[in-house]
């Protein structure tokens, strides 16, 4: 009976911790704008090691777009996001597709910008009848469109052609498209190829980086979605606290020069608590993604915040 007895406390034990935790952990590796949380947390193993006694493998997989993140998502292959812009997650939320908050990771507003030629635009009132391309339904298109406003100007009084943000740089330094969508090392690139800003986000609307999870998975798995938070908050203090190995971490992982990764870590605007201002921020977000359809109804932004339990 006593044998018995221990074979049955031992099975439920061990049944118990692991439907605490997952065999595995699958989270994006987002390298641009110039996430240095997910880079330090990658390059120093930091969620390998906070799992190792759980035995949870860290898969870390490459999915730059923010819509095909929600597809990952959406298909159970992903359970979190190492970095999303906040318009993809509304996007997201609108579809059913439930994604939330954990953290904050930045407010790039310097690294996200609209560039043409000089001698083709040097104002947003420039673009109108021009080719611009960019991706769609991103923070990037948000900015186009609050410019074009301010300037008297709607979307479609210019050519806007969606495609991601690799392909929209090509095509201007290919001369075949009038300006861009460009954000950090794009942006770096396209400057060195004398384009340059029209206009930044910084001053026309309020960008945000997170770190997410999906709904289910951090229902599921409350614990590890909150040490996965403390992790991410741990990357950031380490850079911040040691901003030259941080650099030359993001110079070597983006390919560029220590300068130019230097600008990006200064315009990055690093953060980790959300704020009143930053739900202030995604309900305009909201208010632009709706008029310009690419949500189906509104969300309760309030309720997308992750709460530890």
């Known amino acids: ?19 605490q935790y997952p065999q595995e952990l699958n989270i994006t590796y987002v390298k641009a704008p110039f996430n240095i949380q997910n880079m330090v947390m990658k390059q120093h193993g930091l969620l390998e090691k906070e799992f190792e006694a759980e035995k949870i493998k860290i898969h870390w997989i490459p999915i730059k777009a923010g819509l095909n993140q929600v597809r990952s998502m959406a298909a159970g292959e992903i359970d979190m996001v190492a970095a999303m812009n906040t318009s993809t997650l509304l996007i997201a939320n609108a579809a059913g ?19 043409a030629k000089p001698e083709v635009a040097s104002r947003i009132a420039d673009l109108k009848g021009k080719k611009v391309v960019g991706p769609k339904g991103t923070v990037l298109h948000h900015l186009l469109s609050a410019s074009l406003v301010q300037a008297g100007l709607q979307t479609k009084d210019v050519d806007f052609i969606s495609m991601n943000l690799s392909a929209s740089l090509t095509t201007l330094l290919g001369g075949r498209a009038d300006a861009a969508l460009v954000a950090a090392g794009g942006l770096l690139r396209a400057e060195e190829e004398g ?16 770190l997410a999870a999906r709904g289910d998975f951090a229902d599921r798995y ?5 040490r996965v938070k403390k992790v991410n908050r741990e990357a950031l203090q380490w850079a911040l606290s040691h901003r030259e190995q941080a650099v030359a971490l993001g110079a070597k992982e983006h390919g560029i020069s220590t300068q130019a990764a230097e600008k990006l870590f200064t315009w990055s605007a690093f953060y980790s608590e959300i704020t009143p201002a930053d739900l202030d921020a995604m309900r305009q977000s909201e208010e632009f993604l709706l008029a310009e359809h690419m949500m189906s109804r509104p969300v309760d932004v309030k309720s997308l915040i992750w709460s530890e339990p």
């Open 222 to 226: 409350p614990e590890v979605v909150a």
């Open 1 to 19: 009976m006593k044998k018995w007895w221990f074979f049955f406390c031992f099975w439920l034990t061990t049944a118990v911790y692991a439907a």
């Open 97 to 115: 597709n439930r994604i939330v908050i954990v953290d904050g990771v930045a407010h790039p507003d310097e690294t996200f910008a609209i560039v």
């Open 195 to 210: 384009y340059r800003p029209i206009v930044r986000a910084k001053g026309i609307i309020s960008t945000n980086l997170v």
